[in-house]
């Protein structure tokens, strides 16, 4: 692409091979990791995503606003996602008893019953598709790196 776009920093080899491991190595493990709950649990992994985050609450319930910020997604998003869950009784939506104009997304019993016994399910994928395969020094490379790409993304949505 030389000569076109000469302003344009494009990626070095080292910086282009790092890119695309990243993008498709991300997307072929959120697959494994979905397919292992889907066929273990009858649960997807965006779905295990929510029941994660609100069972970290220690009333189990969190503003539909602050959801879709932990997850990553828009509040129209989540908010197909969770009308779903709520069909299947893992979650319900209530009023904000703090503020009666919001939403709150909260875990129900049979949510929590399904994230307990998919977790291990889960866990073990990580473990065996990501985190046994690197070293230490490997391990917190990592955290620091992707720590600093989240802090910087959730700067520019602020």
């Known amino acids: ?57 220690e009333d189990r319930r969190m503003r539909m606003t602050e959801l879709a910020s932990m997850l990553g997604s828009t509040k129209s998003r989540l908010s197909h996602q969770v009308g779903r869950m709520e069909a299947d009784r893992l979650v319900r939506r209530v009023k904000d008893p703090e503020d009666k104009r919001g939403v709150v997304a909260e875990l129900t019993d049979d949510g929590f019953a399904v994230l307990e016994r998919a977790a291990p399910t889960h866990v073990e994928g990580v473990r065996r598709n990501l985190i046994d395969l690197l070293t230490m020094e490997e391990k917190v490379a990592m955290g620091e790196a992707f720590s600093r790409v989240l802090e910087h993304l959730t700067e520019l949505d602020s």
């Open 1 to 57: 692409m030389s000569g076109v776009h000469e302003d344009v920093r494009w990626l070095s080899e080292t910086e282009m091979r790092a890119w695309r491991s990243y993008i498709v190595s991300t997307l072929m493990l959120r697959h494994r990791l979905h397919r292992d709950l889907a066929e273990g649990h009858d649960v997807s992994l965006t779905d295990y995503e929510v029941l994660v985050c609100l069972s970290s609450r």
